[in-house]
């Protein structure tokens, strides 16, 4: 009988909480609805809601190069981003991604290899906004709810480090030799588009497609315009996929 009266009494009380939350007129939660009086100190910012903004997205996704220097490739990227709201407003982000092309006979500065692989790390910070996908964006941004769907464009400052292998005298027999990297890097601004789907509250999947623009010409790059097979600089486009994890 004790033990009826204590469940009794937790459902009463859950039913009371339930029954406080508010709603929009459709029964979704509306952060607005929440009303401080006077007399109610808002709490301040804290280093954990700092944290529960955070997501960690991976990505996964192919490039092409339309210059048609380098062939096609595989990326996969790490990200680690802020988000001011969760479907909506702006973020800001940093990321590292890793990928590898092929170069075929170009005389490629720091490396005696006319037909090989160049590999890429590149490190960017970026910003960008998100935009709910909604039917009445006004009264969204009156009092937002949840929302399952967003579109979003960033844009991102980095740098890009390729590396490409030679090919040296192991000793001074000629009969051994071995491989050594070459590095360089350039600057880069990536520009990007997408939309994200969250199937729950911290868990979403997006596409995305962006374009990175070199600032200044590569080393594979720098082998085709000395060649004459390409007058200036650009990059490869990449579509890609994702997941949105975030903490809370």
């Not at 459902?11 to 401080?36: H, K, V, W, Y």
């Not at 709490?43 to 700092?50: A, E, K, L, M």
């Not at 210059?67 to 479907?87: D, Q, V």
């Not at 192991?170 to 590095?183: I, P, V």
Request: hydrophobic share 40%; charged share 15%.
């Amino acid at each position: 009988m004790k033990h009826l009266l204590i469940l009794a009494a937790l459902c009463s009380l859950s039913m009371g909480l339930f029954a406080e939350n508010p709603t929009t007129d459709n029964g979704r939660i509306a952060e607005n609805d929440i009303q401080f009086d006077s007399t109610t100190v808002k709490p301040r910012y804290t280093f954990s809601d700092f944290f529960d903004a955070l997501d960690l997205p991976t990505v996964l996704g192919v490039g092409i190069t339309p210059n048609g220097i380098e062939g096609a490739t595989f990326n996969s990227s790490m990200r680690l981003g802020w988000r001011h709201h969760k479907s909506y407003g702006t973020f800001a982000f940093i990321s590292f991604d890793t990928h590898s092309n092929t170069y075929d006979s170009l005389c490629v500065a720091g490396t005696n290899v006319r037909t090989g692989e160049v590999w890429y790390y590149e490190i960017g910070m970026g910003v960008g906004y998100r935009i709910p996908l909604v039917k009445d964006i006004r009264a969204f941004y009156e009092k937002p709810w949840f929302n399952h769907w967003d579109f979003f464009v960033s844009i991102e400052p980095g740098v890009s480090i390729p590396y490409v292998k030679t090919v040296e005298p192991l000793d001074g027999t000629g009969e051994a030799y071995q491989l050594k990297d070459r590095f360089s890097a350039v600057p880069t601004l990536r520009f990007a588009a997408g939309v994200e789907w969250f199937i729950v509250h911290n868990f979403g999947v997006f596409a995305e497609a962006a374009y990175i623009q070199h600032l200044t010409p590569t080393i594979i790059e720098q082998a085709a315009i000395d060649h004459g097979r390409i007058k200036a600089p650009s990059g490869p486009i990449v579509l890609s996929i994702g997941l949105s994890l975030f903490f809370n």
